[in-house]
């Protein structure tokens, strides 16, 4: 098991910056990815970033450049700075733990974080 602790959602302006942490308990593989999903209501969950332990960014396509993921594989996190932020970001975020072995597919996830931009 991979316990997930995330911090640092919030209410913000429109235009603002926010940034969320997300603490892993462990890291049972060494080839994994970390991220980002996000869901607002009455919408499906979507990948915001998620970059793997060799270091490679992914970016959902409505980043725009606006979001930066970042990890520390030594200490098990993974950091959303996201700037630039828009009502249509509001949502609540999750991290992700993921990895796959030849048989199965693992995905953990934090408990969420709400991030709400007013207008």
């Known amino acids: 098991q991979v316990q997930l602790v995330e911090s640092g959602g919030g209410l913000v302006q429109t235009g603002g910056s926010l940034n969320l942490s997300c603490a892993a308990s462990r890291s049972p593989v060494t080839v994994n990815e970390m991220g980002w999903y996000r869901q607002a209501p009455g919408r499906q969950r979507e990948m915001v970033a998620r970059?793997?332990?060799?270091?490679?960014?992914y970016y959902g396509d409505f980043v725009d450049g606006r979001f930066r993921i970042s990890r520390d594989i030594a200490q098990n996190t993974v950091t959303l700075q996201m700037n630039n932020l828009k009502p249509e970001d509001t949502a609540v975020y999750y991290c992700?733990?993921?990895?796959?072995?030849?048989?199965?597919?693992?995905?953990?996830w934090g408990q969420g974080t709400q991030v709400t931009v007013a207008s």
């Open positions: 970059e793997t332990s060799s270091g490679s960014p």
């Open positions: 992700n733990y993921h990895y796959s072995t030849y048989s199965r597919v693992y995905d953990y």
